[in-house]
C-alpha cells in the first residue's frame, strides 16, 4: 500500500520552471519592442541604398555629400516603412502603407521605388539645408529619376 508520493518537480513541469518564466517574460518585451524593418522584412538594406544615392548625387555635382544624410536617409526610410504598421486613424496612413506595399513587391520595383524615393528626399534635404547643392542637381532628381552622368 506503499505508494511513491508524487512531488511537484520541476522537471515534470519544466514549462513552470522561474527560469522559463523570465525566458517568456523577456521574449514577450523584445516582441513588444520589434518593430518593422526594411532589411527584416524584405532583402533591401536602405542603409546601402542611402549610400549608392548619396555617392550618385556626389558624382554628379563633383563635390562630397554631408555623411550625415545616408544615416538621415535611412531613418526616414525605416519610419515611414514602421509607420505603415502603425498608421490607422493617423493623416496619410494610406500612403504609409503603400510606400510599405511597394517596398514589398517581389521584384526589383521594390529597390528602384526606394531609390527613387531616396533621392527625392535628399533633394528636400540638400534644399533646406544646402540649397546652392540642391540647385546644381537636374530637376529630374527632385522627383526621383535617376540622373545619367
Known amino acids: ?5 508524487k512531488q511537484n518537480n520541476l522537471l515534470d513541469h519544466p514549462e513552470r520552471s522561474p527560469h522559463n518564466r523570465r525566458l517568456r517574460q523577456q521574449n514577450k518585451k523584445l516582441r513588444s ?5 526594411i ?6 538594406m536602405p542603409w546601402i541604398i542611402a549610400d549608392t544615392v548619396c555617392a550618385e548625387a556626389s558624382r554628379h555635382l563633383n563635390s562630397e555629400i554631408p555623411l550625415q544624410y ?3 536617409l535611412d531613418a526616414k526610410a525605416e519610419r515611414c516603412y514602421a509607420a505603415a504598421g502603425t498608421a490607422k486613424l493617423q493623416l496619410g496612413a494610406k500612403q504609409y502603407k503603400l510606400f510599405r506595399q511597394h ?4 521584384d526589383n520595383t521594390g529597390r528602384a521605388y526606394l531609390h527613387a524615393f531616396m ?3 535628399l533633394y528636400a534635404f540638400l534644399t533646406r539645408d544646402h540649397r ?3 540647385l546644381r542637381l537636374p ?3 527632385s522627383v526621383g529619376r535617376r540622373v545619367a552622368k
Open 39 to 44: 532589411s527584416r522584412d524584405t532583402p533591401l
Open 33 to 37: 519592442l520589434d518593430r518593422p524593418g
Open 103 to 106: 517596398i514589398r513587391s517581389r
Open 70 to 72: 545616408i544615416d538621415a
Open 139 to 141: 530637376p529630374e532628381f
Open 119 to 121: 533621392r527625392h528626399w
Open 132 to 134: 546652392k547643392l540642391a
Open 1 to 5: 500500500m506503499n505508494r511513491p508520493i
